[in-house]
């Protein structure tokens, strides 16, 4: 129903505020309600024309019409409303109100910024570590997270039952027994498997290093997480002795903490080298002297390596790595141990947080 202005019986405050509040809200809609030139001709004159328009009734039936008491409030009010009424029609002209938007519009304020991301710190670190070998001539091999006994352990020279399988705290996947062994499924423990599946694909001479993750049933806390990251490398080609892996390496070490670090390197077991040894970096916090990140000693354990034991380069001998022909190195790093050295983290859970203040530290 179109608003048509009602006679004022009663003069009081709340009365007024009551009718003035009707005529607004009326006002309101009808100037939502223009599209286009015409009808905000056809609204000036139902508001404004002097004969008969709304402001000149509200001037007869609410302002002539009341008591003389009354009259001094009543023309305030009337006057204060004839201003809004005014401006409201004006500027409820179509095109008013979107040329003030283009008037507000500064087109030399700053843009949005949308922040770009970074790389995680353990890929960085492992790109870091690939750029390394991949300047000496490693090219890069992958291979799947859900690995095969075969793969993760029996080519990797652990045989069936063999208490080294125990040091690897293996998460197996379910309902698997009826497969024979080598064919059942587990989460990769380590990337080894990826030297048994490289010497499948390619013949000898062969240089590769492979990054991925890995998992093991391990409670997490400071320095351990049931995923982690490792980069393992393999070199196999006639005559590669002991002397290339301590040089490779040694090399490899200076060029990820400074080429003041020296290594070392200290018997160990794998089962897939023969020999194996743990490799020892001086500690780069203190210099070799004793500290408390080297438990004194000087040195930081950092990564295993070893010969490929004889046995392991056999399941490949119809591709060419006949053992009594070849030889070979391999080695294997954790990515967050050395990313947790490189930059001071003293929990590896902060990796897997997501917690943009850390990661935006490495950016
Ligand atoms: N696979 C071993 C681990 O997860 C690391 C390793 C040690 C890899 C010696 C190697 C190696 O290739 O030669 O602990």
Redesign the pocket.
Known sequence: MAYTVPKLDDYSPAALDRAIADLRSALEHEVAAVKSDADHEALRIRWRARTNGILTQINDLWLKAAPKEAKRDVGQRVNELKTWVEEKVESAKPGTASASVADKLDITLPGIRRPLGAEHPVVKTTNEIIGIFAKMGYSVETGPEIETDYYNFES?NFPPNHPARD??DTIFIAGQESKPQRDRLLLR????PV?TRAMEKHRPPIRVVAPGK?HRSDTPDASHSPIFH?V???AVDNNITFSDLKGTLDHAMKELFGSDVKTRFFP?F?P??EP??DVQVTCFKCGGKGCRLCKMSGWIEL????M?DPKVLAFHKDNGYDPEKVSG??????VERIAMLKYGIDDIQLFFHGDVRFLEQFA
Do not use: N
């Open positions: 990797m040091t690897q423990t380590h990337t080894s030297q890995v490792q393992e490398g393999l160990s794998f897939f080298t194996s040894a990564l295993g390596s070893g490929v190195f391999a080695f294997g790093m954790g």
